[in-house]
């Protein structure tokens, strides 16, 4: 009996573990309307040391949904929304700056005290093609995932500073 009620319990559990990933299923028709998905390489900097992309969305109509968030070259952001009139576009802002940390290693670990952990790389739900990403957004407070799958690559443009990250 003892037996039967593992099992019956087992099962149960890996169901409830399977449909987990089922939540992040992909939208083939979403709400919203989009326009030309365009992304545009960046530098800043004297020296260029700082680089990364913007991803822009340009939304011709919601229709109710919330653009959230942009999976896209391994790293996720949250999307800024601007509206201008009857324009309305989300910006993804990535930053990949690749400055080495300083780190200080010293027999006293009261003197390493300062130092802070690695950041641990997400890992990605999605899987993407190169020139691919996927938008999370809701509608009435359910989160659906849509695949772009051919975003333009604009020319690079070059910041005499970094520019804000809102991330």
């Known amino acids: 009996m003892m037996r039967l009620l593992n099992i019956i319990l087992g099962t149960v559990i890996i169901m ?5 990933g089922s939540s992040q299923k992909l939208v083939d028709n ?9 992304s545009e390489p960046w530098t800043a900097g004297a020296n260029k040391e700082a680089n990364g ?6 939304v011709e109509n919601e229709n109710g949904a ?11 952001v949250k999307l800024e929304r601007i509206k201008k009139d ?6 993804a802002r990535y930053s990949f700056n690749k400055q080495p940390q300083d780190i200080i290693m010293h027999a006293d670990p009261k003197k390493e005290f ?54």
């Open 86 to 91: 009857n324009y309305l576009v989300y910006i």
């Open 30 to 38: 979403p709400p919203f309307v989009l326009g030309e998905v365009k």
């Open 114 to 167: 300062g130092n802070k952990p690695p950041q641990v790389k997400a890992i990605m739900p999605f899987e993407l093609e190169e020139g691919e990403a996927i938008v999370s957004y809701t509608v009435n407070g359910k989160v659906n995932y849509y695949k772009i799958s051919e975003i333009e690559q604009s020319t690079s443009i070059h910041y005499r500073e970094v520019p804000p990250l809102k991330n």
């Open 53 to 58: 992309v913007n991803v822009y969305l340009p």
């Open 66 to 76: 919330e653009l959230d968030s942009l999976y896209y070259q391994n790293k996720v």
């Open 16 to 20: 409830g573990f399977s449909q987990c």
